[in-house]
């Protein structure tokens, strides 16, 4: 199994800044895109950004220019920094991974998600 622990998470105030990490750990053979999402209350669930194995990144919208999403191979990580924070930014925030992970011997695909981590904007 793949295994996807976030950390970074908090309180800031209007304006302010934080910056998320998600490590991966288990049977992975290799992580193909990353990527964070995130959810408000009362709301779906929303891709904020994508990074691909290489560099390759997408944001939504709603975060161009104030989020910047990188990634470290070696150490099966990716990170969101997020600057000019907004109150509407306040969300749980959702590391997903996709790639190949070894399965008794052979190679499997997998798709997993972190817990969440909380991140709150004052105004």
């Known amino acids: 199994q793949v295994q996807l622990v976030e950390s970074g998470g908090g309180l800031v105030h209007n304006g302010g800044s934080l910056r998320l990490s998600c490590a991966a750990s288990g049977s992975i053979f290799s992580i193909n895109a990353m990527a964070w999402y995130r959810q408000a209350p009362g709301k779906q669930r929303e891709l904020v950004a994508t990074?691909?194995?290489?560099?390759?990144?997408n944001y939504a919208d709603s975060v161009k220019g104030r989020f910047t999403i990188s990634r470290d191979n070696a150490i099966n990580t990716v990170y969101l920094q997020m600057n000019s924070l907004k109150p509407e930014d306040t969300a749980v925030y959702f590391c997903n991974a996709r790639g190949i992970r070894w399965s008794g011997g052979a190679l499997a695909d997998f798709d997993s998600w972190g817990q969440g981590t909380q991140v709150t904007v004052s105004s």
């Open positions: 990074i691909s194995s290489g560099t390759r990144t």
